[in-house]
Nanobody, 122 residues
Framework: QVQLVESGGGLVQAGGSLRLSCAASGRTSSTYAMGWFRQPPGEERDFVAVITWSTGNTYYADSVKGRFTISRDDAKNTVYLQMNSLKPEDTARYFC???????????????WGQGTEVTVSS
C-alpha cells in the first residue's frame, strides 16, 4: 500500500501562486510515476501533470503548460506542483496519485490522496 497526503491548497487571487505538496509513504518502490489531477466543482477529474521518480520525466496538460511545474524530492518522497499565474478556471480540488507507469489516464493510477482545495478568485 501507498499513502499519499496532499497539502498547500488555499484561496488565492488571480495571477497569484501556490505550491502543492504530496507526501508519499508505504511501498513507494512499487510506484513509477506520480501525477496531479484536479476536479472542479460538478465536473470530472482531469489530468494536470505527471513526473517519473527515476528519470524526472514530466508531461503537462495543455491548459497548465508554461504556468505549472511538477517536481520531486526523492529524499523526502514528496512531489510538488508549483502553480503560477493562476486563473479562476484553475479552481478545483487537486489530487495526487501514484501509478506503475507514466500515464495521463486516471484509470492507471492505483493510489490516490484525499485532495486539497484550490480556489482562485477573480
Amino acid at each position: 500500500q501507498v499513502q499519499l497526503v496532499e497539502s498547500g491548497g488555499g484561496l488565492v487571487q488571480a495571477g497569484g501562486s501556490l505550491r502543492l505538496s504530496c507526501a508519499a509513504s508505504g511501498r513507494t518502490s512499487s510506484t513509477y510515476a506520480m501525477g496531479w489531477f484536479r476536479q472542479p466543482p460538478g465536473e470530472e477529474r482531469d489530468f494536470v501533470a505527471v513526473i517519473t521518480w527515476s528519470t524526472g520525466n514530466t508531461y503537462y496538460a495543455d491548459s497548465v503548460k508554461g504556468r505549472f511545474t511538477i517536481s520531486r524530492d526523492d529524499a523526502k518522497n514528496t512531489v510538488y506542483l508549483q502553480m503560477n499565474s493562476l486563473k479562476p478556471e484553475d479552481t478545483a480540488r487537486y489530487f495526487c496519485a501514484a501509478a506503475p507507469v507514466e500515464t495521463t489516464r486516471s484509470t492507471y493510477y492505483r493510489y490516490w490522496g484525499q485532495g486539497t482545495e484550490v480556489t482562485v478568485s477573480s
